[in-house]
């Protein structure tokens, strides 16, 4: 649909006067404001977001949609911080904790096709022992076994970890993790900025303006990040707007945001007490709200693990234009809190068809978003 039938469309449905001119900025490519975001939480219905968002989505990108061939290496779910959402962490020696030793990761890795990959992910907990030798091993080991993957790797909650345990500053943690093969780092940690509902969600882990800083850091090394939001438990609509705010200015600054993921909290085996989901009808608004007001982050991921295959695929008319990737059953953050795929796993062509019958265009990418194939 060009602008001139999707204005037709916003006027014919009578939709509401400020609501029109919000749409109307969008068009002229001018820039939401935060009242304006806000606005569009509390009062435009599905429908109208969602176009709105599918039209900057394909103006900006076409139909195309992106993923790339990944896997997650989770070296330990021991966790220093026990953040009151959290399914996922265990103390040392729980029957259900992990500490994988490096040489059991690089086992793993190797039984990975060299063609199956173009990246590892990698996101654990903050363990309590583990120096930034074991990093330093980890990432030159990952390169070692399968040196043509990039390593995205470690949020920055555990850089500020590996900085207050190591004695050293986050510049010269990120220093020597780049010089080991670090090439990106995953948005993990962001959680909620706000900081009343962060201390009570999270109290111990990495302050709001610590985390900006750590990936403002990143991205004046040349490190390209992604920047995520858990929504879907106690924050109001002022938060989230909030919470975009912030990364929506240091992107105005750095320009180093690659992706944002909006993370659906999951509600099992955790002890913040949240007794009911948000339904997915509210999931596709976030998605087309972020996509509205993060004008300057170039992409829009659903991480399909967490919310399905199945309604993942909805997602791509709402604004989302990244698929992730294939996974490779690799994950247990999101399996523990009762995400919807218990284990997660696409073969590249089984991602294509499901990208294809959204009637959309496969991009595989790898982690820096150039184009490796159009499918
Ligand atoms: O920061 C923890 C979230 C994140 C729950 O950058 C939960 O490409 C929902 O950031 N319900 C880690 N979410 C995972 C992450 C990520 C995932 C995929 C891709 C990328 C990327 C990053 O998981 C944590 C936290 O926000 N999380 N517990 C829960 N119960
Ligand atoms: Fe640790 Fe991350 Fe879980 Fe918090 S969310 S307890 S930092 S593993």
Redesign the pocket.
């Known amino acids: 649909m060009n602008t001139a039938e999707i204005q037709d469309i916003i006027v014919k449905t009578s939709v509401a006067k400020d609501l029109q001119s919000i749409a109307d900025k969008v068009f002229q490519e001018e820039r939401i404001t935060c009242d304006e975001a806000l606005k569009l939480y509390e009062k435009a219905d599905l429908n109208f977001v969602g176009l709105l968002a599918n039209f900057v989505k394909t103006k900006k990108f076409g139909s195309s949609v992106f993923f790339n061939k990944n896997i997650h290496v989770e070296p330990s779910n021991v966790c220093v911080h026990k953040c009151r959402?959290?399914?996922?962490y265990r103390e040392s020696g729980s029957q259900e904790s992990w500490e994988y030793s490096i040489e059991e990761i690089a086992e793993q890795l190797r039984t990975i096709p060299a063609e199956a990959l173009t990246e590892v992910?990698i996101?654990g907990g903050c363990h309590p022992t583990r120096t930034i030798d074991y990093y330093c091993d980890l990432l030159k080991t990952v390169k070692q076994v399968l040196p043509h993957v990039f390593i995205?790797a470690f949020?920055a909650v555990e850089i500020e970890y590996m900085a207050k345990m190591n004695h050293l500053s986050v510049t010269e943690v990120l220093t020597k993790l780049k010089q080991c093969g670090l090439d990106a780092m995953?948005?993990?940690?962001a959680?909620i900025f706000d900081e009343k509902l962060r201390a009570e969600m999270c109290p111990s882990k990495t302050k709001s303006a610590d985390w900006l800083a750590i990936h403002k850091e990143a991205h004046l090394l040349g490190i390209q990040t992604?920047a995520?939001i858990?929504y879907g438990h106690k924050e109001t609509f002022a938060q989230r707007v909030d919470h975009l705010n912030r990364l929506r200015t240091l992107q105005d600054e750095t320009h180093g945001f690659n992706a944002f993921?909006p993370?659906?909290?999951?509600k099992e085996n955790?002890v913040l007490g949240i007794e009911r989901e948000l339904p997915w009808t509210e999931d596709l608004r976030n998605f087309s709200i972020s996509r509205l007001f993060l004008d300057n982050i170039p992409h829009l991921?659903v991480?399909w693990p967490?919310l399905g295959k199945d309604f993942s695929q909805i997602t791509l008319d709402y604004g989302v234009d990244d698929f992730?990737g294939t996974i490779n059953d690799s994950t247990k953050?999101y399996s523990m809190?009762g995400s919807v795929e218990k284990r997660p796993i696409l073969t590249k062509e089984e991602m294509i068809a499901l990208i294809k019958e959204s009637n959309k265009t496969p991009v595989e990418r790898d982690t820096m978003y150039s184009v490796i194939k159009k499918y």
């Open positions: 959402f959290c399914s996922y992910h996101v995205k949020t995953p948005g993990g940690g959680e992604n995520t858990l993921i993370l659906k909290y999951k955790n991921k991480y967490m992730d953050i809190a």
